[in-house]
């Protein structure tokens, strides 16, 4: 049910985003929402299956209606997710540009459906060309939903950090051309998504800032359309006349569950804290250790010493890879010998292989590692363990050798 508001909210939402000041090419009546909504009202698959049939035999509906309307029916009702997809594609096939409302509409259908299903090829695909739409006709709520859809996307993909901020960054843009009440209500659902992904990473800094514009919102939806006052968020506490203390006594329960949620926090901060001494300091001893060394290495060769047999006894033997500021030109130094010469280590070892794919590959076969022995560690710590620079980038590198990420990796060892 939840779905289906939502999806009515969406064709609400497009249609009144067509309707501005800019001069507008004709469209045709909009008796294909009725029917979509006439199909998506019957809980019966088979009726309406059959109501669809109807239609498009008397004529009352055009291919693009049907298309749309089964896609509609096969994601609300029987969950065949790629199906809905294939007809999402199919009604656009009978779109031309002057029909730039229903590309709108029936392009974001198809990114909703295809981040659900984890198509984030897909997906992505129709955000972009949502967008392009978006921007060209000056559809600017739209535009801001899809750059929402798309960081919600990268979010489910693992890109945690930037997704984030992007889905905070098109929420606040939205937030300034927000206009009709069922914009209003989309943007609600955007924000509370976003503050209960917030909460799953613990960031109480983004949590009171996206509070702060939900009520802001709630607010002025109220305000601006006060005879919906049941739909919304967040609501009016109702206090009996005769009995006024409630309200203290709510305010007081709420006082002592922020004092927990917080004591709770500083626990689990000051406990993890704990954990990351130790491995912290191995981390500056091996550092230290790998910095002495080519020190070392570097007076040896500059004084006419041999240098070592293989690249793999260098970098390998000695965990020269641990620190985060190799570089290729460290390496021919203390190897004594040309970028030539190294490109053609690197190809005995693999063919083609970049210097910065070798060592990506060891800091990752090293992280898989110290995950194994360290269960406890999070992601942060096993990245500067193993000599990334950012989480952001150490994601990306384990992902496109392992397949997953940190995170799914852990959970896959832990289980």
Known sequence: ?????????????????????????????????????????????????????????????????????????????????????????????????????????????????????????????????????????????????????????????????????????????????????????????????????????????????????????????????????????RKPIQTPANNPNNTILMISALSVLSIILIAVFVIIYRANRRKMTDSRKKLEQIQQQVKIIAAERNTNYANGGKSPKTLSSLVEGEKLYLNKDLSRVQITKMMGCSHKTLTKMLNNIKPDLSFPDYIKGLRVEHAINVINENPYLNVKEVADMSGFYSISSFERSFKSITGKTPKEYMKSQSE
């Open 1 to 233: 049910m939840k779905k289906l508001v939502n999806i009515l909210i969406v064709c609400i939402a497009l249609s009144l985003c067509s309707c501005n000041n800019n001069p507008q090419p004709p469209q045709r009546t909009d008796k294909y929402c009725l029917d979509s909504l006439m199909c998506l009202a019957n809980t019966n698959l088979n009726a309406a299956s059959l109501r669809i049939i109807e239609g498009e035999q008397n004529g009352e509906l055009t291919p693009y209606e049907v298309a749309y309307s089964r896609a509609n029916i096969t994601y609300q009702y029987t969950g065949n997710k790629p199906m809905a997809i294939d007809y999402c594609r199919e009604a656009l096939s009978y779109l031309t540009e002057d029909d730039y409302v229903l590309q709108v509409q029936t392009l974001f259908l198809l990114a909703t459906i295809a981040n659900d299903d984890q198509d984030y090829y897909s997906c992505l695909n129709a955000c972009a060309e949502g967008k392009k739409i978006t921007r060209r006709h000056n559809m600017k709520f739209m535009m801001y939903s899809f750059d929402y859809l798309t960081g919600k996307c990268n979010l489910d993909m693992g890109y945690q950090d930037e997704a984030l901020k992007k889905m905070s960054s098109s929420i606040d843009k939205a937030a300034k051309v927000v206009e009709y009440e069922n914009e209003y209500e989309i943007l609600i659902s955007y924000v509370n998504n976003l503050i209960s992904s917030y909460m799953t990473v613990g960031d109480m800094k983004n949590i009171v800032r996206e509070s702060k514009l939900l009520g802001m919102l709630t607010d002025e939806l109220e305000t601006k359309y006060p005879q919906k006052k049941d739909f919304h968020v």
